[in-house]
Nanobody, 122 residues
Framework: QVQLVESGGGLVQAGGSLRLSCATS????????MGWFRQAPGKEREFVAA??????VYADSVQGRFMISRDNAKNTVYLQMNSLKPEDTAVYYC?????????????????WGQGTQVTVSS
């Protein structure tokens, strides 16, 4: 059974940093595109970042502040979030996709974690 488990969320002041982690099943991880999405109350789930084997893609709203990375030996994907803003407050989800097609859309991903809350205070 494929599992994605996020961790690292919490409460931080504006300007601060957090690093999210997403641990996955071993056989599953190396063949997948990994992405991070977020969903704020009353809003749709939105793309944050994605990583293939060597390429990263970011939403304009986080470009230059967030960095996605993966450690294939640990079957884990990370999201380093710097210069956090109150508008970054959301539940952050890790997801896995079988290909790079449409990776900015939630519909491209077929496995999801349970989410981790990130709250940025002003």
């Amino acid at each position: 059974q494929v599992q994605l488990v996020e961790s690292g969320g919490g409460l931080v002041q504006a300007g601060g940093s957090l690093r999210l982690s997403c641990a996955t099943s071993g056989r599953f991880f190396s063949s997948r595109i990994m992405g991070w999405f977020r969903q704020a109350p009353g809003k749709e789930r939105e793309f944050v970042a994605a990583i293939s084997w060597s390429t990263t893609v970011y939403a304009d709203s986080v470009q230059g502040r967030f960095m996605i990375s993966r450690d294939n030996a640990k079957n884990t994907v990370y999201l380093q979030m710097n210069s956090l803003k109150p508008e970054d407050t959301a539940v952050y989800y890790c997801a896995a996709a079988p290909s790079t097609l449409g990776i900015r859309s939630p519909s491209a991903y077929n496995y999801w974690g349970q989410g981790t809350q990130v709250t940025v205070s002003s």
